[in-house]
Antibody, heavy 115, light 111 residues
Framework: EVQLVESGGGLVQPGRSLKLSCAAS????????MAWVRQAPKKGLEWVAT????????YYPDSVKGRFTISRDNAKSTLYLQMDSLRSEDTATYYC????????WGQGVMVTVSS | DIVMTQTPLSLSVAIGQSASISCKSS???????????LNWVFQSPGQSPKRLIY???KLDSGVPDRFSGTGSETDFTLKISRVEAEDLGVYYC????????FGGGTKLELK
């Protein structure tokens, strides 16, 4: 059974940094691209970042490019999202998702950016 | 960026009735490999999203055949026949032929 468990969320001040982690199990982690998708409170879904299976290529929308960095450790089956220069509009539930076009999603972790 | 436009924004149905949701993309979603990467994703209240349909019409394992997906190029439809209480929530279309983008969502409610 595919399991994706996010951690690392919380309350952070604008301009500060936060790093999310996602522990994956139930599939061959190193064989799949992985992604982060977020959902602002009472809003829809927004793609945040994708990383290829080997980690050599990463992709971001303009809204987070230059501020967020996706990475992975295939030996630990763990996905990461480093979020720098956080803004209030980054407040959202962040989901770890399997696949370039997600087929499985984690339970999500809340990030609140506020002073 | 590819813009995905879903209609309607909300849909009220009685249990046992059918429901239909439209999703239109700003460009053709047919990828260079000949496949069309259009998914339908469901989110029940308080839960994380779950994929229901991929590549326009292929049902994920465990998804009842009351659900069906049709369409091509830029126009896609999700149909639910005989709506059940467990189907209530928000449905999103999602394209993966380019950098992923989602439709705005359609909330399926009980009439």
């Amino acid at each position: 059974e595919v399991q994706l468990v996010e951690s690392g969320g919380g309350l952070v001040q604008p301009g500060r940094s936060l790093k999310l982690s996602c522990a994956a199990s139930g599939f061959t982690f190193s064989s799949f691209a992985m992604a982060w998708v977020r959902q602002a409170p009472k809003k829809g879904l927004e793609w945040v970042a994708t990383i290829t299976s080997g980690g050599s290529n990463t992709y971001y929308p303009d809204s987070v490019k230059g501020r967020f960095t996706i990475s992975r450790d295939n030996a630990k089956s763990t996905l990461y999202l480093q979020m720098d220069s956080l803004r209030s509009e980054d407040t959202a539930t962040y989901y770890c998702a399997k696949g370039r076009v997600p087929d499985y999603w984690g339970q999500g972790v809340m990030v609140t950016v506020s002073s | 960026d590819i813009v995905m436009t879903q209609t309607p924004l909300s849909l009220s149905v009685a249990i046992g009735q059918s429901a239909s949701i439209s999703c239109k993309s700003s460009q053709s979603l047919k990828y260079s490999d000949g496949k069309t990467y259009l998914n339908w994703v469901f989110q029940s209240p308080g839960q994380s999203p779950k994929r229901l349909i991929y590549q326009v019409s292929k049902l994920d394992s465990g998804v009842p055949d009351r659900f069906s997906g049709t369409g091509s190029e830029t126009d896609f439809t999700l149909k639910i026949s005989r709506v059940e209480a467990e189907d209530l929530g928000v449905y999103y279309c999602c394209q993966g032929s380019y950098s992923p983008t989602f439709g705005g969502g359609t909330k399926l409610e009980l009439k």
